[in-house]
Structures are given as C-alpha cells and as structure tokens.
C-alpha cells in the first residue's frame, strides 16, 4: 500500500466485521509498556486465550512518503494465534479490495430491541441502547452475520 494511505477505515471495518475484534494499545507511561511492532491502536483478534493483531511494515522508502510502499503484517500468539491471524489477514485483503477506496459506509441506528428480520441487510453491531447496521460495499451484502456485541453493552 503507498505511504499516506489512510486506514482509519479498517478499524471501523474490521469491529464491525469480526467476532472477537478488539484494538491493542500502549499505554507508554507505564514503567513496563508493552511493546508491540507497529505502533499503538492495532486491529486484534482475542479468543481461546490467544492474541492476534495487525501491524504495517516499510517495505520500500520513496523520496516522497506516497511513493513509499508498505504491507500490513500479522503476528500471532498462543494455540489459535495463527488461525485468529488468518482472519485478520483476511479482513484486511477485504478492506483493500471493497472498502479502502470507498470511505465510510452507509450506517442505520434502529432501537436495542429491533429482531434481527426487521434489521436491514448488512453488519450489526449491538450498543446497550441500540443496534447498528454497516453496509460495507463488497463481500454478501445480503448476509445477516451474528450480530456483534459492542464492549460495555449486553444482548439478551
């Protein structure tokens, strides 16, 4: 991907899309930080007690920072940090395909109880007081994944 490529989308797309989604940050005031490739505020994936998370890595420094060139990378670790890995991977080859070029997606707020059928077509994420849908451009767009349960909030 060319250097000033923003990304903020993949965040977005990434907690609306994957089950066990979560952002990896530093906190650099700590007197042990953890240290991690890449930065602060990464994609990651946590389940069965493994952790993986997405970082990007320089492959190729232009004389101008968009003729710079760089790839996002995986690091994984515990039993299923490799598979937790290939769905990241995953997820960010579908970003670049459908979304990178696209921005920000159509989004309906519809209220906590709304049943799944009467939702429309697209990713929910559930919020204590309300259900979001995403209609990310790509992929099925007439698929009704489970729905995502944002943190702090609780789905009865």
């Known amino acids: 991907m060319p250097g000033m ?3 903020d989308t993949l965040q977005v797309y990434a ?3 994957l089950p066990d989604h979560c952002r990896l940050t530093t906190d650099r005031s700590s007197r042990t930080p953890l240290v991690v490739t890449g930065g602060e505020h ?3 994936l946590v389940a069965d007690g493994s952790l993986a998370y997405l970082t990007t890595v320089q492959l190729h420094k232009g004389e101008t920072p968009p003729e710079s060139r760089w790839e996002f990378y995986a690091h994984a670790y515990g039993p299923a940090g490799p598979a937790l890995a290939d769905r ?4 960010a080859q579908q970003w670049d395909r459908h979304v990178r070029h696209t921005g920000y997606p159509p989004m309906t707020a ?3 109880g709304t049943p799944d059928q009467d939702l429309p077509a697209g990713h929910v994420l559930d919020k ?13 767009a007439d698929a009704r994944p489970a729905a ?3 943190a702090g909030s609780t789905r009865e």
């Not at 990241?88 to 997820?91: E, F, G, H, W, Y």
């Open 5 to 7: 490529c923003p990304f």
């Open 15 to 17: 907690a609306t899309t």
């Open 42 to 44: 990464l994609p990651a």
């Open 88 to 91: 990241l991977i995953d997820c």
């Open 110 to 112: 519809h209220p906590a």
């Open 128 to 140: 204590a007081a309300s259900r979001l849908v995403f209609q990310w451009p790509g992929g099925s």
């Open 148 to 150: 995502l349960t944002a």
